[in-house]
């Protein structure tokens, strides 16, 4: 991001990045033995984007550990600022990012677009934010919006058990359970129409959306996870149809 300090470009990730590839993937797999099915749905060279449920701090190190290949996701700036954390974080493939609604989230969608263009991997969750009762919510179109931009396959993952190994308000993860994570077969989202559509954001959204539900096998929420309104405007804001990117 254009002047902020703690930006790490992804080509300059550099021994960090990789020591993270070599040392903790292969760590946190020994340690906390993932049940890993459809890797070999996943396209091993060129741009993807990961789209999957949210349940957990530890699904953006579950995604990583489990795929067949690097994969990037934005984080909160704030987890950069301390030396200790930026190595953690920057050797697990984040990318630190202002989070946001308005033009903090388009800032957002241009990162995971320049990634795309370099032939990466991101993964990204429709969501928005965790699931606090494990029930999946109505998909942001954010993902699909990048997906239709840039062309870039979807493949939707279901994660399963991260809120067990790693509930909310926890401070360390547990060694008693295990996590399941799926990957599901490549969406080609292109029928859906272009980018600028807002009809064919919603319909690849939904596309997207049934397919991770189908990994995960979720409870519907059939709404999306937001935050109580805090005043009259806020609360019109969310009755009134309008997009969620």
């Keep these: 991001m254009p002047g902020d300090p703690t930006a790490v470009p992804p080509k300059q990730m550099g021994a960090a990045y990789g020591l993270g590839r070599s040392v903790i993937t292969p760590l946190a797999r020994a340690v906390y033995r993932p049940r890993v099915e459809g890797r070999e749905n996943v396209p091993r060279t060129g741009p993807v984007i990961f789209a999957s449920n949210h349940l957990s701090f530890i699904d953006s190190i579950a ?8 994969v990037h996701f934005l ?11 930026r190595q ?10 202002e989070r946001g609604a ?10 995971q677009r320049a990634l795309l263009e370099d032939g990466r991997a991101v993964a990204l969750y429709p969501e928005g ?14 993902v699909a919006f990048l997906a239709l931009q840039t062309g870039a396959p979807v493949v939707p993952v279901g ?27 490549p969406l080609d989202l292109s029928p859906h129409g ?12 939904d596309e997207i959306m049934a ?14 996870n937001e935050a109580p309104a805090q005043n009259p405007i806020d609360r019109i804001k969310q009755v009134l149809p309008h997009e969620r990117l």
């Design 63 to 70: 995604i990583p550990v489990a795929a067949p290949r690097p």
């Design 159 to 185: 994660l399963i058990g991260t809120d067990k190994v790693m509930p909310v308000g926890a401070r360390m993860p547990t060694l008693s359970e295990r996590i399941t994570v799926r990957f599901g077969t």
């Design 102 to 111: 308005g033009q903090k989230a388009l800032d957002a969608l241009d990162q």
């Design 194 to 205: 272009p980018a600028s559509s807002g009809r064919a954001r919603r319909g690849a959204t």
């Design 129 to 142: 934010t965790r699931s606090l009762d494990g029930r999946l919510y109505k998909g942001r179109t954010g």
């Design 88 to 97: 953690f974080f920057t050797a697990i493939g984040a990318i630190p990012v």
């Design 211 to 224: 397919a991770i539900h189908a990994l995960s096998e979720q409870e519907l929420a059939n709404a999306y």
């Design 75 to 85: 984080a909160k700036s704030a987890y950069f600022e301390k030396w200790a954390s």
